[in-house]
Each structure stands twice: as structure tokens, then as C-alpha cells.
């Protein structure tokens, strides 16, 4: 690994746990600017990637992060874990944000911010069954009255590798339990309770509304998602009760 890109020093940051969460901190808390991107080991920045990222917290100083634009490397992988969109949307403060609006593979904080919601939650993330730190970390950012973005300027190109039906279906299987976990969390939240458990049943109710509709045309939905969901956000829970059960070690 080169030790210099440019005029920016390259440190490799070794860490020992498992664990994406865990991973990010250790990168942020190293890190030395005052602004943090983070991207994913199977991404591909664009050239002006980190020029993007600081001409996108310059034209919005109030906001305290920003999700970009996510492109396929390789055209013949399936259309997942992708924003193509090309138009600049804004999160305020106090609202909802569905899971995928912001992805870990192309995001940045202020290092305010990630001080401010104490990083990410290292329960979540891969390597744990939770998928869903980087959404969890900008929803915190929200529920504490900072403001967020989506630009398309800062782009990478994800080289996932994934090209059937079957690795689709099992990817979006993880990512469920990942939203499930973050609904889960935020429900737990007094400020944003309400705000979740009304997206929450009302995302089950539309797909109770297909099930129902295949049912007359004598056809079976399992209602998959809601049902992982449901299980996973259940899981979160019954995890945190079990950490509260353990005796503290000093």
C-alpha cells in the first residue's frame, strides 16, 4: 500500500475485533481531518471522489453528513446496493430515513457529528447479525437535530461480484435483518418511537396488501421481508437485554 496519495498521507489502521462497526471507528478516531468519508473494501472511488466529498460539506455547512452516488463496476452483477440517482435530496432534522438512503459503501461525517452520536454502534454492521450501521449512524445524526444530504457528485463504483438470482435473494435477506435491527433501535427511542412504528406498520401493511391480492389470484407470498424484519428487530432486543443480564467485568 502506497504511503502517500497525492498530498494525503496513507496510514494503515489495524484492529484486531471483528466487525464493520468496530472497523469505522477505529478509521475515524485515527483519522486526522475534520471531515471523514468512508467507502467499502469491494468499491472503487472516482477520481474527484475526495474533491466531491469537500465541495459538497462547503456548499451545506449546516449539514453533518452526506450519502452519494453508487454505480456497478462490472455491468453483468446484479442492480443491487446501488444509487444512481442524479438529484441532490435533502434529509431535515427529526425525520424518517429509510434503510439504503445513505450507504456505508459512499458516505461522509463532519468528525462533530461522529463525536456527537459517539461513532457507530458497534452491535450493528457486518460481522454481527445486524447489517445496518452506517443507516443507524445517520439517524442518530437526525435525532439529534443535524441535518444530512444526498449528493451525486462524490461517485464510487461497487464490484459486489454478485450475479444470480439466488445471491440476490440472500443479500436481500441480510439486509432485511439489517432494517429490521435499525427500526428495532429507533423504536427504543423516545423522540423518534412514534415516527418509526408508523413506517414501520405501514410497510408491513403494504406488503400484507400483495400478499393479499396473490391470494385471490391463487398465488402464495410468504411475506418474507416483514417476517425477517420482525424476527431480527425481535433479536436486537432479546441482545440487549442478554448484555444488560451479563455481570460487569472491571
Known amino acids: 500500500m502506497p504511503n502517500q496519495i497525492g498530498n494525503a498521507p496513507v496510514v494503515l489502521v489495524s484492529e484486531s475485533r471483528e466487525g464493520l462497526a468496530i472497523a469505522r471507528n477505529a478509521g475515524w478516531q485515527a483519522a486526522a481531518g475534520d471531515i471523514i468519508a468512508f467507502t467499502d473494501d469491494d468499491c472503487y472511488i472516482a477520481p474527484d471522489f475526495i474533491d466531491s466529498v469537500a465541495r459538497a460539506f462547503s456548499k451545506s455547512p449546516e449539514v453533518g453528513m452526506i450519502g452519494g452516488r453508487i454505480l456497478l463496476h462490472d455491468p453483468s452483477d446484479q442492480p443491487i446496493t446501488i444509487l444512481e440517482d442524479t438529484e441532490r435530496r435533502e434529509f431535515p432534522p427529526h425525520s424518517f ?37 452506517d443507516i443507524d449512524a445517520v439517524a442518530a445524526a437526525l435525532w439529534l437535530g443535524i441535518p444530512g444530504a444526498y449528493d ?3 461517485t464510487v463504483f461497487h464490484a459486489h461480484g454478485r450475479k444470480t438470482d439466488a445471491e440476490f435473494r440472500s443479500l436481500m435477506a441480510t439486509y432485511d435483518a439489517g432494517r429490521g435491527a435499525y427500526y428495532a433501535k429507533r423504536i427504543l427511542d423516545r423522540q423518534s418511537r412514534r415516527t418509526y412504528l408508523r413506517a414501520w406498520y405501514h410497510s408491513i401493511r403494504r406488503e400484507f396488501q400483495a400478499a393479499t391480492k396473490l391470494a385471490k389470484a391463487g398465488r402464495i407470498h410468504t411475506m418474507g421481508q416483514s417476517r425477517r424484519e420482525l424476527i431480527s428487530g425481535i433479536r436486537f ?13 472491571i
Do not use: K, Y
Not at 104 to 133: H, K, Q, V, Y
Not at 237 to 249: E, F, G
Open 237 to 249: 432486543w432479546l441482545s440487549l437485554v442478554r448484555h444488560r443480564a451479563r455481570p460487569s467485568h
Open 152 to 154: 451525486p457528485n462524490p
Open 97 to 133: 430515513i429509510s434503510a439504503g438512503a445513505i450507504q456505508g459503501a459512499n458516505m461522509a461525517f463532519s468528525r462533530r457529528t461522529l463525536e456527537l452520536i459517539g461513532g457507530f454502534d458497534e452491535r450493528l454492521g457486518a460481522g454481527t447479525p445486524f447489517p445496518c450501521e
